[in-house]
């Protein structure tokens, strides 16, 4: 176990690489490993659309007969259905790959178990649960999507040293992180309070990765309709529930939410949130607004300081995985 574990963490090194690209599918790493233990192939799914990771490990190997003898590190289940890629299932079975470690199963529905009973059905020697809880924490949003039917729901705001909404408070160093934040998610949603007030871009100019969808919440129809195919505006919903609900079936798999205040309340309130990314300032400034009231279901996870600021990461314990 502890051999399988050496080079499943090697998996999960390369499937980190995938992380602004890689959404709406999971990221994943792949390892091939000959019987004396040398690697002799690796490779992660670099984009949606493109080739997954057991594709491109296969296609790193440069003797092909050694597949036969190797044993295939997955960290995720292999696919078995056609989507934009054929089934990687069929790929390992047809390459005569002998044994594959599994690090945990894929939660999406038209896998889930079938590419590990596909394999085994062709006589692989399938081990499954190597470094399960790290594999299923590499892809938190996109296994607590599929889990839950809805996206997973980020929520981010700024407060003063005495709890009170601040968008001031953030340095360009802490905006570059947002703007990081911003781009490991699918979409980002605000409220038309917000749009109005601040006519926020909602992209990530200061960071080097792609901007999310734009969703706004207007059901006063303040806010103008969209034209550029990058904004969807919502007008008539009962719940918010009902806007996850959508979104999901749109392929949104995760959601930053930084809107104001209200919003945030209502989601707190409606416990349709997995994490929360709050920047605290070092100063007092008895505003106006004041910040979320976190409740007992929040769990900290990190508190990094940077630039003074505070940055706290917390968990909803109702929806880890």
Known sequence: MEVDERYMRRALCLAGNGLLDASPNPMVGAVLVDPSGKIIGEGWH???????AEVNAVASVADTSLLRNATMYVTLEP???YGKTPPCASLIIEKGIPRVVIGCLDPFEKVAGRGVRML???GVEVVTGCLEKECLELNEKFVTSHRRKRPFVTLKWAESADGYIDGKISTPLTSMLTH??????DAILVGSGTVLADNPRLDTRLYAGHSPLRVILDRRGRVMDAVDGTTIIYREFSSLNDVLEDLYKRGITSVLVEGGAELHRS???SGLWDAMRIERGCKNINGKVKAPCLSSDCEVESVDIVDMNRIINIKNVNTLI
């Open 267 to 269: 989601f707190i309130d």
């Open 180 to 185: 990081r934040l911003r781009a490991t998610h």
């Open 120 to 122: 085994k059905d062709a």
């Open 46 to 52: 670099r984009r949606c659309g493109e080739g997954h």
């Open 79 to 81: 696919c078995s259905h």
